[in-house]
């Protein structure tokens, strides 16, 4: 009982802290639909949607958004120590500690996910675009990562499925 209620609320503050940070499960099913729509033509938003649900469910998904957003709010209040602070701050592209929290998402459906998340990371569309404006005065150094990985291992998942159907 105790175990199933922390998870819960584990999963409740993943899903309110990605809100938070601006990103709804639509922006994240449209990176789906983006990745999957070439080899599924009748892809349905729903399905992306569905996807992206189940991923969140996942305990490994929320800790890794958890951790990930948190560093991000401390990186934007400049609460972290030097010289992390500046490194998240300014999102030093030799760090990489953001790719690989990211990783363990990707991981939970399998290596195809690798894949996805190397080609969403690459032409960063739609909400992948937006996270990464530096204009905005919000740090985004993991969420970004996070966000892409999610949709690469929903995207994972519902290339399974499909091809356990045919
Ligand atoms: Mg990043």
Request: hydrophobic share 40%.
């Given at each position: 009982?105790k175990d199933?209620?922390?998870m ?6 993943a899903?309110?802290w990605?809100?938070?940070r601006?990103?709804?499960?639509e ?8 990745l ?5 033509p009748d ?11 189940r ?5 490994e998904v929320q800790?890794a ?14 609460m ?8 998240i ?6 760090y990489?500690v953001?790719?690989?929290?990211a ?9 195809i ?7 969403i ?7 992948l675009e ?16 996070i966000v892409?990985?999610i949709?690469?291992a ?5 290339a ?6 045919d």
């Amino acid at each position: 009982m105790k175990d199933k209620e922390s998870m819960d609320l584990l999963e409740k503050t993943a899903r309110n802290w990605l809100l938070e940070r601006g990103v709804t499960i639509e922006d994240i099913a449209d990176l789906v639909m983006f990745l999957q729509k070439k080899y599924h033509p009748d892809l349905e938003m729903k399905e992306c949607i569905h996807n992206v649900e189940r991923v969140l469910t996942k305990r490994e998904v929320q800790n890794a958004i958890l951790t990930g957003i948190q560093l991000d709010k401390l990186g934007e209040k400049k609460m972290l120590e030097e010289p992390l602070q500046a490194i998240i701050e300014v999102d030093e592209g030799l760090y990489g500690v953001d790719e690989i929290l990211a990783f363990s998402i990707v991981n939970v459906y399998g290596s195809i996910g690798f894949t996805n998340y190397g080609y969403i990371d690459k032409l960063k569309p739609g909400i992948l675009e937006r996270l990464n404006d530096k204009s905005t005065g919000m740090c985004h150094t993991f969420l970004d990562d996070i966000v892409g990985a999610i949709a690469a291992a929903a995207s994972s998942r519902l290339a399974h499925r499909a091809k356990h159907q045919d």
